[in-house]
């Protein structure tokens, strides 16, 4: 398996009763111990760029541009800091994970995270020390061209 390739990133993210869904061509590949993945979501002087830094028991996602944040999930991680700055509002935060599980695809190990993969988080948003959201999210990776037959 190459250490560099380009794929499919599909998002789904639930918040109470409301779901939605992304799909976005990416970047997936190795550096040491981690997997990343990078991705653009929207176009021109919307467009954010993300990066997300992947391992078994961690996730952080990184995004630049029109909104800028900085989200970290730890498997029984307990609370941790965060934040979100937007041209029209900016406050910090923390994430609560709740869960966070890699699942390989085509029977092969979890902890490999090469393509295909299903990355399953749910946390809570805590701002000013009160709940501000819940949500669940779920981001397949498919290598470039396989994602709808494996999503």
């Known amino acids: 398996m190459p250490d560099r390739m380009q794929v499919s990133v599909t998002l789904e993210s639930k918040q109470g009763s409301e779901t939605t ?24 002087a919307e467009a954010v760029r993300t990066i997300i830094r992947c391992r078994p028991d961690e996730l952080l996602i990184t995004r630049r541009g029109a909104v800028e944040s900085d989200q970290l999930f ?24 709740k869960k966070l599980s890699v699942r390989a695809g085509r029977g092969r190990d979890d902890s490999d995270m090469a393509p295909p993969f299903t990355i399953e988080w749910k946390y809570e948003i805590w701002v000013n020390g009160e709940i501000s959201g819940r949500f669940h999210n779920r981001l397949h990776i498919a290598e470039a061209g396989q994602a709808e037959a494996e999503a």
């Open 21 to 44: 869904r992304h799909q976005y061509p990416g970047e997936w590949f190795r550096k040491d111990r981690s997997v990343y993945l990078r991705y653009k979501e929207g176009q021109d």
């Open 74 to 97: 730890v498997r029984d991680g307990g609370r941790q800091p965060g934040s979100y700055r937007s041209p029209y509002t900016s406050f910090q935060m923390e994430t609560d994970t």
